[in-house]
């Protein structure tokens, strides 16, 4: 099975832009779970779809969103991009959001605001 | 709100010799998941180990396990023989039970390094 996919994994923006970030879970995967990691802050969770609706959100200003398609792809978006938006954006799948399924991360994408 | 604490920063072990990794959490709740995540350079989260709550006998996967002090609210990991692979960040993170999601609270993360 291949694992989770992330698109695209490097990315350079401007300062006030927005970003659209992809992942692509595990097939027969439904949550999909999104997460920012910066030096300073570390891994903190942004939020979480399953079956179309975001299930938790975490303390991130409203310019993060997300959204998930279904075929539980989903996608984040940043507006108006502040430097402090530069980091490695993590997603992770499970076949549902009980916690006994494992999570499988993918291989990030790293964001860079100038 | 639960936090998860990993005091040690960096920690150093000679191959083939055996380390500790300490994590601490704080929770009200008292039935919750508990993980060891390894990032190695590359960056790709893998699943260490795990451990449920409600079970006191502790997890092992090969060479690794868990100390989990569940009063103590303390979750140590253990690594075996250690080798040159084994380098990389190792993050402890917390997910509540059932029902309430995937939402795991990470650690500050430890800097494994091996020395041959």
């Known amino acids: 099975k291949a694992g989770v996919t992330q698109t695209p994994r490097y990315l350079i923006k401007t300062r006030g832009q927005q970003v659209t970030l992809s992942c692509s879970p595990i097939?027969?995967?439904?949550?999909v779970s999104w997460y920012q990691q910066t030096p300073g802050q570390g891994l903190q969770f942004l939020f979480e779809y399953f079956s179309e609706t975001q299930r938790n959100k975490g303390n991130f200003p409203g310019r993060f969103s997300g959204r998930q398609f279904s075929n539980s792809r989903s996608e984040m978006n940043v507006s108006t991009l502040e430097l402090g938006d530069s980091a490695l954006y993590l997603c992770?799948?499970?076949?549902?959001?009980?916690?006994?399924?494992?999570?499988?991360f993918g291989p990030g994408t790293r964001l860079t605001v100038t | 709100a639960q936090t998860v604490t990993q005091s040690q920063p960096e920690m150093s072990v000679q191959e083939a010799e055996t380390v500790t990794l300490s994590c601490t959490y704080d929770t009200s709740e008292s039935d919750y998941y508990l993980f060891w995540y390894k990032q190695p350079p590359s960056r790709q989260m893998i699943l260490v180990i795990r451990q449920e709550a409600y079970k006191q006998q502790n997890a092992t996967e090969n060479r690794f396990s868990v100390n989990f002090q569940k009063a103590a609210k303390s979750f140590s990991l253990k690594i075996s023989d250690s080798q040159l692979g084994d380098a990389a960040m190792y993050f402890c993170a917390y997910r509540r039970t059932n029902n309430a999601g995937n939402m795991l609270t990470f650690g500050g993360g430890t800097r494994l390094m091996v020395k041959p």
């Open positions: 097939s027969g995967h439904r949550s």
């Open positions: 992770a799948s499970s076949l549902a959001n009980r916690g006994e399924y494992e999570q499988y």
